[in-house]
């Protein structure tokens, strides 16, 4: 069976973006909403600054009526650049200095303040946001000094997530190319096995759980998943059979077929176009 994905245009080259620069009108461009969950494997630290003192803690926010862990949206976004940039063989284009010519600056955008030359990222995600509550667990935790001459090690404390705490993911991918949507779907499942973590023992590896992809602007929110309780998997199903917002409900993508293409698309990169015509 073929999808509305697997019909959606190659690839766009990086002058045909440049011909819409800017903010991007998504009902005339085309959008496309990726429901799903990812779910911790290992701990996690998701500092939103760096205090000083000994306690670090991971970020909360008060949302749907309770505390929650908080994973802001640019971190994984940066651990997806990196992964992208690694994988599809990209030179002379780094996440500090991206440079707005290749392949991957033309998905997840970016500013030359070099060239002065930017582009908008067409991957918009929002941040992430606990379907389990916060629980303030302080850890006590030592650090080895690297310094052989220093004996005594440093006491520390930590407030992470636990692992198994899942968190809604929601995407949208604006004027996608079949080259986009697989290079988002296989770089988001490489940066699922490297982590997130902020520190290196703290992994922060996750596994997402695709449940939707919506041909259009589908008006899916981390709010409307998380009010009446934790259930979000049944919750996308009933909104994947009635989807609300302007989208070409018979595309729908979910169950079975959607699975299929996510197991196909993130286990190589020729079924999207991802070994053909690397810059
Ligand atoms: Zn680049």
Same mark, same amino acid.
């Given at each position: 069976?073929?999808?509305?994905?697997?019909?959606?245009?190659?690839?766009?080259?990086?002058?045909?973006?440049?011909?819409?620069?800017?903010?991007?009108?998504?009902?005339?461009?085309?959008?496309?909403?990726? #429901?799903?969950?990812?779910?911790?494997?290992?701990?996690?630290?998701?500092?939103?600054?760096?205090?000083?003192?000994?306690?670090?803690?991971?970020?909360?926010?008060?949302?749907?009526?309770?505390?929650?862990?908080?994973?802001?949206?640019?971190? #994984?976004?940066?651990?997806?650049?990196?992964?992208?940039?690694?994988?599809?063989?990209?030179?002379?284009?780094?996440?500090?200095?991206?440079?707005?010519?290749?392949?991957?600056?033309?998905?997840?955008?970016?500013?030359? &303040?070099?060239?002065?030359?930017?582009?908008?990222?067409?991957?918009?995600?929002?941040?992430?946001?606990?379907?389990?509550?916060?629980?303030?667990?302080?850890?006590?935790?030592?650090?080895?000094?690297?310094?052989?001459?220093?004996?005594?090690?440093?006491?520390?404390?930590?407030?992470? #997530?636990?692992?198994?705490?899942?968190?809604?993911?929601?995407?949208?991918?604006?004027?996608?190319?079949?080259?986009?949507?697989?290079?988002?779907?296989?770089?988001?499942?490489? %940066?699922?096995?490297?982590?997130?973590?902020?520190?290196?023992?703290?992994?922060?590896?996750?596994?997402?759980?695709?449940?939707?992809?919506?041909?259009?602007?589908?008006?899916?929110?981390?709010?409307?998943?998380? &009010?009446?309780?934790?259930?979000?998997?049944?919750?996308?199903?009933?909104? %994947?059979? %009635?989807?609300?917002?302007?989208?070409?409900?018979?595309?729908?993508?979910?169950?079975?077929?959607?699975?299929?293409?996510?197991?196909?698309?993130?286990?190589?990169?020729?079924?999207?176009?991802?070994?053909?015509?690397?810059?």
């Amino acid at each position: 069976m073929t999808t509305f994905i697997e019909q959606l245009p190659a690839r766009w080259e990086i002058s045909q973006l440049f011909a819409t620069p800017g903010r991007i009108n998504m009902l005339r461009e085309g959008v496309i909403t990726l #429901v799903g969950v990812k779910r911790l494997e290992s701990e996690a630290l998701f500092v939103s600054s760096e205090g000083g003192g000994t306690l670090r803690e991971t970020a909360k926010v008060t949302f749907a009526g309770k505390e929650r862990y908080w994973w802001l949206a640019r971190k #994984v976004a940066g651990v997806m650049r990196r992964v992208m940039l690694a994988e599809l063989n990209v030179q002379g284009c780094t996440v500090d200095v991206p440079c707005i010519n290749c392949m991957v600056c033309g998905l997840l955008g970016g500013l030359n &303040t070099t060239t002065n030359q930017a582009l908008a990222s067409r991957v918009k995600l929002q941040d992430l946001i606990s379907v389990e509550e916060y629980e303030y667990d302080e850890k006590f935790r030592v650090r080895q000094p690297d310094d052989p001459n220093i004996t005594h090690p440093t006491p520390f404390q930590e407030v992470i #997530v636990p692992p198994g705490t899942r968190f809604p993911f929601i995407v949208r991918i604006v004027k996608p190319s079949r080259f986009d949507v697989g290079a988002f779907l296989y770089a988001n499942r490489i %940066a699922d096995g490297l982590g997130y973590g902020n520190y290196s023992k703290l992994r922060g590896d996750a596994s997402t759980h695709w449940l939707a992809i919506f041909d259009g602007f589908a008006h899916v929110s981390a709010c409307d998943l998380l &009010t009446d309780g934790d259930d979000i998997e049944v919750r996308t199903k009933a909104l %994947a059979d %009635a989807p609300p917002g302007p989208v070409n409900k018979a595309n729908t993508l979910a169950g079975e077929t959607l699975e299929e293409l996510v197991r196909e698309w993130t286990s190589g990169k020729e079924a999207w176009g991802g070994e053909s015509g690397s810059a």
